[in-house]
């Protein structure tokens, strides 16, 4: 990664939040060599190493840098749409220290090759840590499992078709028996595409009051009930990429309480939007899953809130002025969210929907956990991935001043509260918002 000079940094007053450890205190953090060496009350500057860069972080919030879970990244093949450097930018800018970016590239990362490929570009290109998972089928077509061993052992943190769902029963049955042997883990997307068809938005009055076609809640609920059957039939791990709706939540439920090895992810539109923010045909909004009705986003935001849901992603997906300046049914689905996960999440605890380190948990700690990553913590001598963060600025969303190559944010021009000042790689400052 190329980044800035590497001396210590104590980052004084502040308070500081480690959800790895319930810790929230007012105090000190002290990084030196790349780790985090101290976070309690009164280090003070007498205490630290000649030449540390001392800044005062007097009512703002020290955390653990994020770990972004779902972002699509275009490299190899839509560099157009983001590259490995951009995206990199614009998660720094974010506060996400770490991007997991998915296989749906051109070629897909179906093998070792691609994998090193995307690992390689990261460390000449990216400032942030960026790690891949690698295809679940072969070319994404959800007829033949890729080599999840081989994939595994050259850097791949998981496995998923993307934006695909394996429709494939026995596909899927074989690939979470061979990546148990392997304590892989698996991530689908569930939504069955036959139940999809032709829609574009959530199924129901406000669909039809648009005159668009729904897609049915079942399309996601019925994928997901036939995954979870499936890992009680082989013992696999497995994480639902999206889920949207109250139905999956009780399937999900069901799933926990009776020891299957589930998690799940919910994306931060799906938490904090919903199907009436699309408004007049806002093509920004449209995304996949669909952005449901307010019951269900509350629904999401109270299982997160109980840990029912593990995860909070970005599904950061760029598509370029072509793909989304069409009408609503003819646009592609996606929206970009490396740069305003942190910040739009902010809104749930400025409502009191969610608790800070709630919120912090489901973008850090539970990530590393269940992907076996260094970071989410502030414990000492764990990787020095820290940011700062002004929980209270506002600031109106300019979407020219966005870092990433796309600029289709659902939040385009929205008032917003809080920001990341200052994002902290392996002890080295990538971003400082000035």
């Given amino acids: 990664m190329m980044l800035s000079d590497r001396r210590p940094i104590l980052l004084?007053?502040?308070?500081?939040?480690?959800?790895?450890?319930?810790?929230?205190?007012?105090?000190?953090?002290?990084?030196?060599?790349?780790?985090?060496?101290?976070?309690?009350?009164?280090?003070?500057?007498?205490?630290?190493?000649?030449?540390?860069?001392?800044?005062?972080?007097?009512?703002?919030?020290?955390?653990?840098?994020?770990?972004?879970?779902?972002?699509?990244?275009?490299?190899?093949?839509?560099?157009?749409?983001?590259?490995?450097?951009?995206?990199?930018?614009?998660?720094?800018?974010?506060?996400?220290?770490?991007?997991?970016?998915?296989?749906?590239?051109?070629?897909?990362?179906?093998?070792?090759?691609?994998?090193d490929f995307v690992l390689r570009r990261a460390r000449d290109t990216a400032i942030v840590h960026v790690h891949p998972m690698a295809a679940l089928t072969k070319g994404l077509e959800g007829m033949e499992m890729t080599e999840i061993g081989l994939l595994k052992a050259a850097g791949a943190v998981a496995f998923t078709d993307g934006e695909k769902s394996v429709t494939n029963a026995q596909v899927m049955r074989r690939a979470l028996t061979y990546a148990r042997d392997f304590d892989a883990l698996i991530v689908h997307h569930t939504e069955d595409p036959n139940l999809v068809g032709d829609g574009v938005m959530n199924e129901g009055e406000f669909a039809a009051r648009l005159g668009l076609l729904g897609i049915p809640k079942a399309a996601e609920t019925v994928m997901l009930e036939r995954d979870l059957r499936l890992v009680a039939l082989t013992g696999g791990r497995y994480h639902a990429a999206s889920v949207t709706c109250a139905e999956s939540l009780e399937v999900l439920r069901r799933a926990k309480d009776s020891g299957l090895a589930v998690t799940a992810s919910a994306s931060i539109n799906h938490a904090t939007l919903n199907e009436i923010d699309i408004g007049p045909y806002r093509t920004f909004l449209k995304v996949a899953p669909p952005l449901r009705a307010e019951e269900d986003r509350k629904a999401l935001v109270a299982a997160l809130g109980a840990g029912l849901v593990d995860v909070i992603m970005s599904d950061h997906n760029p598509q370029d002025v072509e793909t989304k300046r069409l009408p609503f049914a003819e646009a592609a689905p996606g929206a970009i969210g490396l740069e305003t996960m942190l910040t739009a999440g902010l809104r749930l605890v400025h409502s009191g929907e969610l608790d800070l380190v709630t919120l912090l948990r489901a973008m850090s700690t539970r990530p590393a956990e269940l992907l076996g990553l260094p970071g989410g913590t502030l414990k000492n001598g764990a990787p020095a991935d820290v940011i700062v963060i002004d929980p209270d600025m506002p600031w109106l969303l300019d979407p020219a001043e966005l870092k990433s190559k796309c600029k289709n944010t659902p939040f385009d021009e929205a008032r917003l509260q809080g920001r990341v000042l200052r994002t902290i790689v392996a002890g080295r400052t990538v971003y400082e918002y000035l």
């Fill in 12 to 115: 004084a007053n502040a308070r500081i939040v480690d959800p790895s450890r319930d810790f929230d205190i007012r105090g000190d953090l002290l990084i030196a060599d790349g780790i985090v060496r101290e976070a309690k009350k009164g280090i003070g500057a007498a205490g630290v190493p000649e030449g540390t860069e001392v800044v005062d972080c007097r009512g703002m919030i020290v955390a653990p840098g994020l770990i972004d879970m779902r972002a699509f990244i275009g490299e190899p093949g839509a560099g157009h749409r983001e590259t490995l450097a951009s995206a990199s930018q614009a998660a720094a800018a974010g506060g996400v220290t770490t991007i997991i970016c998915q296989p749906d590239t051109s070629p897909a990362i179906d093998d070792p090759a691609t994998v």
